[in-house]
């Protein structure tokens, strides 16, 4: 059973920059799914933030995707969110989540099935 | 981007009950990419259905799911205490994939 974990520093600073990392256990980083960064605030809900392949292609989410760098370290089995220029409405309980494909007989797609428990992150001085 | 809005927005019923939960696209969802979570205090959204009216592995089939277009609709069929939870519903026909404010049941 696939494991996902969020790590980095709960509080960051205004304008600064937030990092962190999704350590996954259980699985492989691998061609049968996408690995992808969501946030829930009591103001925007859930968003979806990023998403990247084993081989590195990445999706962003256009509203965020000017201060968003999302990547892979298959030889570690994690991958990493990084934001930029950070502001209060970048507090949230961060989650990365792991798509996988589904089937319903006549077509296919990704639905997020396995998150991490999610880690509050404060911008805040 | 594609605006999904639920309703209602919060509901107290009793066990045994029947409940359909809505969700509503800004724009026609072409290929049905719609799918339902459930997420209770503390922990992170679990995925019910996808595909409309699909049942991930787990769900219970109490948990229904139906609707096309713009207009979806997930049906619990007999309440239970363990159905609490706040319920949102995620598109993903376009892009970016967007979910919906949430319904919150409360059993």
């Known amino acids: 059973q696939v494991h996902l974990q969020e790590s980095g520093p709960g509080l960051v600073r205004p304008s600064g920059t937030l990092s962190l990392t999704c350590a996954v256990s259980g699985d492989s980083i691998g061609p049968d799914h996408w690995w992808n960064w969501v946030r829930q605030s009591p103001e925007k809900g859930l968003e979806w933030i990023a998403g990247i392949s084993h081989s590195g292609t990445t999706s962003y989410n256009p509203s965020l995707k000017s201060r968003v760098t999302i990547s892979v370290d298959k030889a570690k089995n994690q991958f990493s969110l990084i934001l930029t220029s950070v502001t209060a409405a970048d507090t949230a309980v961060y989650y990365c989540?792991?798509?996988?494909?589904?089937?319903?007989?006549?077509?296919?797609?990704?639905?997020?099935?396995?998150w991490g428990q999610g880690t509050l992150v404060t911008v805040s001085s | 981007e594609i605006v999904l809005t639920q309703s209602p927005g919060t509901l107290s019923l009793s066990p045994g009950e029947r409940v359909s939960l809505s969700c509503r696209a800004s724009?026609?969802?072409?290929?049905?990419?719609l799918g339902w979570f459930q997420q209770k205090p503390g922990q992170p959204p679990r995925l019910l259905i996808y595909?409309?009216?699909h049942r991930a592995t787990g769900t219970p089939d109490r948990f229904s799911g139906s609707g096309s277009g713009t207009e979806f609709t997930l049906t619990i069929s007999r309440l239970e205490p363990e159905d609490s939870a706040v319920y949102y519903c995620?598109?993903?026909?376009?892009?970016?994939?967007?979910f919906g404010p949430g319904t919150k049941l409360e059993i």
């Open positions: 724009q026609t969802l072409v290929n049905n990419y």
């Open positions: 595909g409309v009216s």
């Open positions: 995620l598109q993903h026909t376009g892009s970016p994939r967007t």
């Open positions: 989540a792991r798509d996988s494909l589904f089937s319903t007989g006549s077509d296919s797609h990704f639905y997020f099935d396995s």
